[in-house]
């Protein structure tokens, strides 16, 4: 196992991008809370980046439904990569959690805190589609 290790001054690098991810993503969360606090007060809380089919659905329930939606799946993201911060500290980083083979470094620049390589992955989703 220890040949597949990733090397000190990578971890740091993939640990810097790591906590970039998750400031963004706080940075989201945050904006969430701020709008849904507001739109608490005064009732037109808007998050328009993330609007969509404003015209169809434009009642404050949907915005506040989607907006709960968006903040479930960034605390989600941040769960994720703080469990990819923690494998960076137990240096198990990089490593696919299924076969242990090393998760390929283009992979990882996509979706730094990826679990398993890509065979894995592609595995593990299609078991999930037949589960439906
Ligand atoms: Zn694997």
Redesign the pocket.
């Known amino acids: 196992m220890a040949a597949k290790q990733l090397a000190e001054t990578r971890l740091e690098k993939y640990k810097e991008i790591l906590l970039k991810e998750k400031e963004d993503t706080q940075n989201i969360i945050n904006a969430i809370n701020e709008i849904q606090k507001r739109g608490a007060k005064d009732g037109n809380g808007n998050l328009s980046a993330y609007s969509q089919h404003q015209a169809d659905l434009g009642s404050d329930t949907d915005e506040s439904e989607r907006r709960v939606y968006i903040l479930e799946k960034e605390l989600k993201n941040i769960k994720l990569i703080n469990s990819a911060l923690k494998r960076i500290y137990d240096k198990t980083y990089g490593i696919?959690e299924?076969?242990?083979?090393a998760i390929p470094a283009n992979r990882l620049k996509i979706i730094p805190y990826a679990r398993?390589?890509i065979?894995?992955k592609e595995e593990e989703e299609q078991r999930k589609r037949r589960r439906k």
């Open positions: 696919c299924i076969c242990g083979d398993y390589c065979k894995c």
